[in-house]
């Protein structure tokens, strides 16, 4: 394979904590991965050159929360909570009908539309979960579905109990049993909505510690819509990542902070529900790794924007420029316990985006703008 120089770097954001930022840089890929960064003209040359004319390059963004095996529409539910409604979760259920109906050829369309959109806003890696299916089949065949798109999928059966299930007992039992044996096979990782009206800390637990012994591994919806135990339950079950975040007690920060769970925050679903944002700067305070994600589904978060969510966590979260870019890059990798990604430091995958602008500081100074000019994928060009 030939190896190429992406040359006269404006600047290069490596994630690299000893190097983090490299003014007038160059960067050489080989066989996919990062082979050398450093100043411009002190590079040791590659077969290929790329001008990358003064512009700012950072890692591919790595979307460590999205719900994107789904069918139907949710735009009246927008509408009538932009008009005062709140947002409860309970339009899961109307996901869930119109999942259930589509095709699997319809999912993995309407999947590949969205991850084509989110790779031509810089997404490089994204985590897809199950969770509108809920009986054993519709759940296997999402998860299959996302397989095809990523390997960082995540079985979410406990996203709500369905309407047709006797009990959340009785529906607990299904999850830990039959639809986990189904789905295994097909995840990386187990998640569930620990939330008032979906699952208490109890059948969490219980599903959690389920999908690790079928060898997944934990993540966590966590204190979303209310002050809840999901949090708490993340630090005690060693989760990588609890994600949501918005309501924490002081006990909840410092349980993440020992436990080394990553905070995964994701402020399109604030936006979206017209919700109080979490507060990131109290967060990094206290020592917590925090990650950026869009959440991307149809019910609370319907964006597939990473740069969205980097210009709303600086307007609205107290989170710098720099520190939002290093959640949307490095702390995903962190919040999918991933080295390969979310940095560009010698070794890695080379996926990479070159901004049309001097510095990542514009993806929040200029919000809404479509500031992605290329991306990279293991060194060869995809946008
Ligand atoms: O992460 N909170 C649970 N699940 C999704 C929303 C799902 C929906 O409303 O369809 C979330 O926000
Ligand atoms: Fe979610």
Redesign the pocket.
Same mark, same amino acid.
């Given at each position: 394979m030939t190896s190429t120089l992406f040359d006269r770097i404006g600047l290069l954001y490596t994630g690299d904590p000893a190097r983090e930022e490299i003014p007038g840089a160059a960067l050489v890929v080989e066989d996919g991965r990062v082979a050398w960064t450093g100043r411009a003209g002190d590079d040791p040359g590659a077969d290929e050159r790329v001008d990358a004319g003064g512009r700012c390059v950072i890692p591919g963004f790595v979307d460590s929360?999205a719900?994107l095996v789904?069918a139907g529409d949710?735009t009246a539910e927008f509408t009538a909570r932009m008009s005062g409604e709140r947002?409860t979760?309970g339009?899961?259920r109307t996901?869930v009908e119109a999942t259930r109906a589509a095709t699997v050829a319809e999912l993995a369309a309407r999947t590949a539309a969205l991850v084509a959109e989110m790779l031509a806003q810089g997404t490089t890696t994204v985590e897809i979960k199950s969770?509108?299916g809920l009986t054993v089949e519709d759940e296997r065949r999402c998860l299959e579905v996302a397989r095809g798109f990523t390997e960082e999928t995540t079985f =979410?059966g406990a996203?709500?109990v369905p309407a047709e299930a006797a009990s959340a007992d009785d529906y607990v039992r299904t999850v830990t049993g039959e639809m986990l044996r189904a789905c295994a096979p097909h995840a990386r990782w187990v998640d569930v909505?620990c939330?008032r009206g979906?699952f208490d800390a109890d059948q969490s637990r219980e599903i959690l510690t389920a999908g690790v012994k079928a060898g997944l591994l934990p993540r966590v919806?966590a204190n979303?819509?209310g002050h809840g135990p999901g949090a708490m339950l993340a630090a005690e079950l060693g989760a990588a990542s609890a994600?949501?975040c918005t309501h924490l007690s002081d006990a909840d920060v410092d349980a993440l902070a020992s436990a080394g769970v990553v905070a995964t925050l =994701?402020p399109g679903?604030e936006f979206s529900?017209r919700s109080p944002y979490p507060d990131a700067r109290r967060l990094l305070k206290a020592g917590v790794t925090v990650a950026l994600a869009t959440?991307c589904?149809?019910?609370?978060?319907f964006t597939s924007s990473m740069p969205f969510c980097v210009a709303l966590a600086v307007r609205e979260m107290g989170m710098t420029p720099l520190e939002a870019v290093r959640a949307a890059t490095r702390g995903g990798a962190a919040a999918l316990r991933r080295t390969d990604v979310g940095t560009l430091t010698p070794g890695a995958r080379a996926d990479l985006v070159i901004l049309d602008a001097p510095s990542y500081v514009h993806l929040a100074y200029r919000p809404g703008v479509p500031l992605v000019l290329q991306v990279w994928r293991q060194g060869r060009r995809v946008v």
């Open positions: 929360h719900h789904f949710r947002y979760a339009g899961i996901t969770g509108y =979410l996203h709500v909505f939330e979906a919806h979303q819509l994600d949501h =994701l679903a529900t959440d589904n149809p019910g609370s978060s």
